[in-house]
């Protein structure tokens, strides 16, 4: 079975200044993981998304996530956050070539300081 | 092409009342899901859909919750009577099949306050 630890529930940056919002994933399998974004009074939004390729995924607005498997992490970064970036962030994982159901993370709330 | 798609946004109601929310997946998606958030915890898994059948409702939590998917199109999801603790946003994604590394598009969500 998977898992899937967010370490933070908010983190607050100012803007400009990079942004690492972590996650530790636990899973039988290779897996696949994602970064959701969620917006106030909007949808889930896919960001970015690992399935065993490169380990450097980049993805919408600025963001990239490394996944290591030796740390079984896949933390999201952002060289410089903007205040359009605060939102919901969930780390997400699946089992690839599985058909198991996928896994949120608890959300960390992304708070931008002016 | 058109995302997917959910009605109500927001629905209030009575204790005791019956809600039925209802999700339409982007056209040609055989997978669609049910994924419930209350009180501001985690997204939590309600159920699975493969075209028409139930591919796994271990989400589901008791039988005041009845999800439909006749055709294999849109899906409801019914509850009945409601209870307090039914509020949350509901959220339905749906994919386009099972071929490895699924990616969910997901709705907007139905927000359900019980009162």
């Known amino acids: 079975a998977q898992s899937v630890t967010q370490l933070d529930s908010h983190v607050s940056v100012s803007e400009g200044t990079p942004v690492l919002l972590r996650c530790n994933y636990s899973?039988?399998?290779?897996?696949?993981l994602f970064w959701y974004v969620q917006h106030p009074n909007k949808g889930l939004q896919l960001l970015l998304k690992y399935t065993s390729a490169a380990t450097l995924v980049k993805g919408i607005n600025g963001f990239e996530a490394e996944f290591k498997k030796s740390e079984t992490s896949f933390h999201l970064t952002k060289p410089s956050a903007h205040m359009s970036d605060a939102a919901e962030y969930f780390c997400v994982v699946s089992e690839t070539n599985r058909d198991d159901k996928i896994i949120f993370g608890k959300g960390t709330r992304l708070h931008i300081l002016p | 092409e058109a995302g997917v798609t959910q009605f109500p946004s927001h629905s209030v109601i009575e204790k005791g009342q019956t809600v039925t929310l209802r999700c339409d997946p982007i056209s040609g998606h055989d997978n669609l899901y049910w994924y419930r958030r209350v009180m501001g915890k985690e997204i939590k898994f309600l159920l699975h859909?493969?075209?028409?059948?139930?591919?796994?409702e271990s989400g589901m939590p008791n039988n005041r919750f009845l999800a439909e998917r006749t055709g294999g199109t849109y899906s409801t999801l019914k509850v009945q009577p409601a209870e307090l603790e039914d509020s949350g946003v509901y959220f339905c994604?749906?994919?386009?099949?099972?071929?490895?590394?699924?990616?969910?598009?997901f709705g907007a969500g139905s927000r359900l306050t019980v009162l």
């Open positions: 899973s039988s399998y290779s897996p696949s």
């Open positions: 859909f493969v075209k028409e059948s139930k591919q796994d």
């Open positions: 994604a749906s994919s386009p099949g099972f071929s490895g590394a699924n990616v969910l598009t």
